[in-house]
């Protein structure tokens, strides 16, 4: 990896003019996934080496080098100007946060530029990348506004940044050089606090944001025009059900019988699901998959398989992709596999065996054979070469299988006979990209790129002659064959989603490779010199001193401070903890040990605070000191105490939680057992001894679960989960001053009774002893009381939420509302207190009733085109024992830590 890194460092950084030196780099390569981004506090780039099973013709490595290198060069060359002077003032956390004011579309876009460039394939030259755009281009009556693309819609499918960032830095570059975006970057880092410094250095070329994204795109759309009037499309019938008002994507059909195909459906309404298709175009869930990377799935007779993501216990870098399949006869699913890291499953003819590929750590592929039924490995078939495999496929002989290949050469296809593990290269790599093969008698049928659309095409084995079966106006993917009815399945793409589709086979009607145009037009096509992707033996052997990474001399990354007091870990809206002092930030480099060091004047005091958390070990130890202030005083109001108060206060926190991840199947779920002991200086007058005492140390135990059904992106409410919270608060050994608190929280979340509608329950009880010190709780009273005095309190709230309206209304620039919802509650408690009557000089008992209910309105909506959302709105309740309405603002705003993230 350090030689891939160093073979592009200079090639990365000379479009943005600036070199960044040297950067951490952290290897994920026990993690199934793949990923990689680049974080700047502490400034790193991590990357998640196993490679998909959908990668594009380039090595994986090289993808990661090129893309996550090229946002070390943009972040690290934002330092310079009024940035680097407040990064004096506030470290490496200052470029990342200045970061933010660039962009994702162009973060992301340059980055999807540079892998282009610099590479012979990259996401910029596929078809499939713009495949979206093209479709709502040609095919619907709008295209595209600027702040709906900007910020999302919950109304209609809005491609990624990537997608359209990617178009508009290639479009600039081409029009305006390299030199706009270097002054674009440079600009940002000497003048943050115009806070859109973008927008003025792209005045000075006559430009803004959405002028740019309109000449962009209105230059695209003409391409998309002439390129789909020079094609003839294929003409076929469509089995998925016929499209909706919402975008709804069936992939990787599968006949499983004369009948029925199975198929995956997904949609911005609707998590992954597993159906199948009816002749009448009807379809039946049967299934809903957990954590997917929807790739592939794969089904033959009654058995249907497919690889799902299961998290470690603890680990969060640590996840395995297994195998499970489900019998359409039985309704039964089975996990074939534990702790593995095997993807695409193929389910043979005879459904007996399922071929998976295998990825270890040191990203050595090999095809692995199991039962179908027991999941037993029965064979194991290295990689030859250590080429990357992907995507198996049984041909009807049930002994050969069709896989795709990768190395530097680009995507090939490869012929493997399993009972001897013999390898034949059927289709030469290049670096047109290929998804998906499958068989029908002597033709291998695959999908490719090579017309500038992606479609289906075949080889005949006997005479090595290539055909296209299909020309799609937009895209057709993930081939499937009905041998015996001489049918392909495929699904093709329109501007609502995929949609499943079939033609007969009629191989004297499919036209000649050799005759195929390709008419891709994007703006990579215009790149002169594709350089060729470096073979292994073309890499720079650099000569590096390794050494064992010590965790224990490797504990401390300081990496950024602030002029004043900012209490980071318990910051909210309604009451931030600022106060004149510093802060001084720490986290190393593998994100398993963070400190806070802190100073705070406040009212004339002086306030240390110290932190350190570990999460290296099983547990999570977390350790806290602050100092500062008045020793607090806890007595009776008729007991005078004349002592001393003036030492400053002194709090030790000692907290150790496990946290478990317990996902499993569609439900995310975890539970965190945690004990923190606290030791105060605080003084007490002792109920028992009638004495004053110093020095308390108090238990909190906790034992947090929750589980909680996937949701889609216009879900409001998990359609089922529940969560379960209980904590118990006492002070060991001090019963007789101290009560014991109990709290015990429940919530169960149903289904609504309409689509994206959602039902929440929640009840809770709590109880403590007031004659006695008493712990600050958080009581559940009814929405619209304030809290009060209680001793016991049972209290029940349920919530119903619906959404109202998807408007995607804006004042370009200024505000964009994506979603406004209603919602109904109701709440009940019975409150127990005593309050000391002094007529009859004891405890009074009360027992309260309350009651609310009311509704909210609540918009979902963005301001000046920050990607942050905001929630607000107003809550009305109604208290009928105090015949009386309360209104109550709702107000969140959804900010996430910094980083530029791959996918």
């Not at 994702?104 to 990348?129: H, I």
């Not at 954590?291 to 680990?315: F, Q």
């Not at 008992?845 to 107003?874: M, N």
């Amino acid at each position: 990896m350090a030689d891939i890194l160093e073979y592009y460092r200079e090639k990365v950084a000379r479009p943005l003019n600036h070199d960044p030196g040297k950067i951490p780099v952290i290897l994920h390569n026990h993690t199934a996934e793949s990923n990689g981004f680049v974080a700047w506090a502490p400034k790193r780039i991590e990357l998640f080496t196993t490679p998909p099973q959908n990668i594009y013709p380039h090595n994986w490595l090289q993808q990661l080098a090129l893309h996550e290198y090229r946002h070390v060069v943009q972040v690290d060359k934002l330092n310079r100007g009024f940035t680097r002077v407040l990064s004096y003032l506030g470290g490496e956390q200052v470029p990342g946060a200045v970061t933010s004011m660039l962009g994702d579309w162009f973060l992301e876009g340059d980055a999807v530029y540079a892998e282009t460039l610099l590479s012979p394939s990259g996401r910029g030259r596929l078809p499939s990348f713009e495949m979206n755009m093209r479709a709502r281009a040609l095919e619907e009556d709008k295209f595209y506004r600027f702040d709906e693309i900007l910020l999302g819609s919950y109304k209609t499918y809005v491609p990624d940044y990537y997608e359209y960032g990617y178009q508009m830095v290639a479009f600039a570059r081409r029009h305006y050089g390299d030199s706009l975006w270097q002054k674009v970057i440079e600009n940002t880092g000497k003048y943050p606090f115009l806070l859109n410094p973008v927008h003025f250095t792209l005045r000075k070329e006559g430009l803004s944001k959405r002028k740019l994204f309109e000449q962009t795109f209105t230059e695209l759309k003409q391409h998309w025009k002439e390129q789909s009037h020079r094609e003839t499309y294929t003409s076929f019938e469509t089995v998925s059900p016929p499209p909706g008002k919402l975008f709804t994507s069936y992939r990787f059909p599968q006949p499983v019988s004369d009948s029925m195909v199975l198929a995956e459906k997904t949609g911005i309404g609707q998590v992954a699901q597993y159906v199948l298709i009816y002749p009448d175009g009807k379809e039946k869930i049967i299934h809903t998959p957990g954590n997917i990377p929807s790739v592939k799935l794969s089904g033959k007779g009654r058995l249907a398989a497919w690889s799902e993501y299961v998290p470690d216990i603890r680990w969060g870098n640590r996840r395995y992709s297994v195998i499970k399949t489900f019998d359409l006869k039985t309704g039964k699913t089975s996990r074939l596999s534990f702790r593995t890291r095997l993807f695409a499953p193929a389910v043979s003819h005879d459904a007996g065996k399922i071929a998976a590929v295998e990825v270890n750590p040191q990203n050595r592929a090999a095809l692995i054979i199991l039962d179908a039924r027991t999941g037993e490995r029965l064979d194991s078939i290295p990689s030859p070469d250590n080429r990357f495999l992907m995507l198996p496929e049984w041909m009807e002989n049930n002994r050969d299988l069709l896989v795709i290949t990768l190395d530097h050469r680009g995507k090939g296809i490869s012929r493997v006979h399993t009972p001897s593990g013999r390898w034949n290269e059927v289709i030469q790599p290049s670096y047109h990209d290929i998804l998906m093969t499958t068989s029908y008698r002597q033709y291998i049928l695959y999908h490719s790129s090579y017309s500038g659309i992606d479609n289906i095409y075949a080889l005949d084995t006997l005479t090595r002659q290539q055909y296209r079966l299909t020309s799609s106006r937009y895209g057709a993917f993930d081939p499937a064959v009905d041998t015996k009815a001489g049918i392909l399945y495929y699904s093709d793409y329109h501007s609502r989603g995929h949609r499943i589709v079939k033609i007969p086979l009629e191989p004297d009607q499919w036209e000649r490779l050799e005759t195929v145009e390709n008419t891709f037009t994007g703006f990579a096509s215009d790149v002169e010199g594709i350089p060729p992707e470096p073979a292994p033996d073309d890499l720079p052997a650099g000569e590096y001193e390794a050494r064992p990474y010590r965790k224990g001399w490797n504990l401390f990354r300081f990496h950024s401070w602030m002029p004043f007091y900012f209490d980071l870990e318990n910051f909210t809206l309604e009451d931030p903890d600022i106060a004149p002092g510093a802060t001084l930030l720490s986290q190393n480099l593998l994100s398993t040990a963070l400190t806070t060091l802190a100073y705070a004047y406040r009212n004339g005091d002086h306030h240390f605070m110290t932190g350190f958390t570990y999460r290296g070990w099983f547990p999570v130890i977390r350790l806290e000191y602050r100092q500062g202030g008045k020793v607090s005083l806890l007595k009776p109001q008729n007991i005078n105490y004349r002592g001393n108060t003036g030492a400053p206060d002194r709090t030790f926190k000692a907290n150790i939680s496990l946290p478990l991840n317990l996902t499993r199947n569609r439900f995310y779920s975890a539970l965190v057992p945690s004990l923190q002991l606290t030791a105060y200086n605080d003084i007490y007058f002792n109920l028992s001894s009638r004495l004053f005492e110093q020095n308390i140390i108090s238990s909190r135990a906790r034992l947090y679960y929750y589980f909680l059904h996937k949701t889609s992106p216009r879900d409001l409410y998990p359609k089922w989960g529940g969560i379960v919270d209980l904590i118990h608060l006492s002070v060991p050994g001090k019963a007789e001053s101290f009560n014991p608190s109990f709290k015990l929280k429940t919530v169960l979340f149903l289904p609504g009774f309409f689509s994206h509608h959602g039902l929440r329950l929640e009840g809770s009880y709590q109880t403590q002893n007031l004659d006695r010190y008493a712990f600050t709780a958080e009581r559940e009273f009814p929405r619209g009381y304030e809290p009060a005095f209680s001793e016991t309190l049972e209290s029940f709230r349920s919530d119903y939420v619906f959404p109202l309206w998807y408007p995607d209304l804006s004042i370009p620039g200024v505000l964009y509302i994506k979603r406004m919802s209603g919602g109904l509650f109701g709440d009940a408690a019975r409150n127990r207190y005593r309050e000391w009557n002094e007529e009859i000089s004891s405890y009074e008992e009360f027992k309260e009733p309350l009651y609310s209910f009311g509704g909210s309105l609540t918009f979902d909506f963005h301001v000046l085109r920050i990607p942050w959302a905001i929630q607000a709105g107003t809550r009305i309740a109604w208290l009928p024992l105090l015949n009386k309405p309360v209104i109550e603002s709702i107000f969140s705003v959804d900010i996430y830590g910094f980083s530029i993230n791959r996918r």
